[in-house]
């Protein structure tokens, strides 16, 4: 059973930043990893992905120059610098797996394991 533990969120004025952490139980070399986020009311959307490798990254359009997601394999951890936020970036962001061959995705579907997710909020 995948553990992934994120950590990091918090309350954070617009234009401020945060960086949120996701340690995992297995070897993360071997898998694709994402971030997603889920607003209030809302479906949970993607927000970023890293290939094994960390040498590929793709990123949602509405948070794209402003995210960075970086991994370090050493210590099996994720992480998503998020800066000049917005109050609109407020939702509980999930660390995600993706145990697929292939090219990271931003389908949600596609990752099986999920953390229980860290809370972020940004007040205007």
């Known amino acids: 059973q995948v553990q992934l533990v994120e950590s990091g969120g918090g309350l954070v004025q617009a234009g401020g930043s945060l960086r949120l952490s996701c340690l995992a139980s297995v070897l993360t070399p071997a898998y694709a990893m994402g971030w997603f986020r889920q607003a209030p009311g809302k479906e949970r959307e993607f927000v970023a992905t890293i290939d094994r490798s960390g040498t590929f990254t793709n990123y949602a359009t509405s948070v794209k120059g402003r995210f960075t997601i970086s991994r370090d394999n050493a210590q099996n951890t994720v992480y998503l610098q998020m800066k000049s936020l917005r109050p609109e970036d407020t939702a509980i962001y999930y660390c995600?797996?993706?145990?697929?061959?292939?090219?990271?995705?931003?389908?949600?579907?596609?990752?099986?394991?999920w953390g229980q997710g860290t809370q972020v909020t940004v007040s205007s």
């Open positions: 995600a797996l993706d145990r697929r061959l292939g090219s990271p995705s931003t389908i949600r579907s596609d990752y099986d394991s």
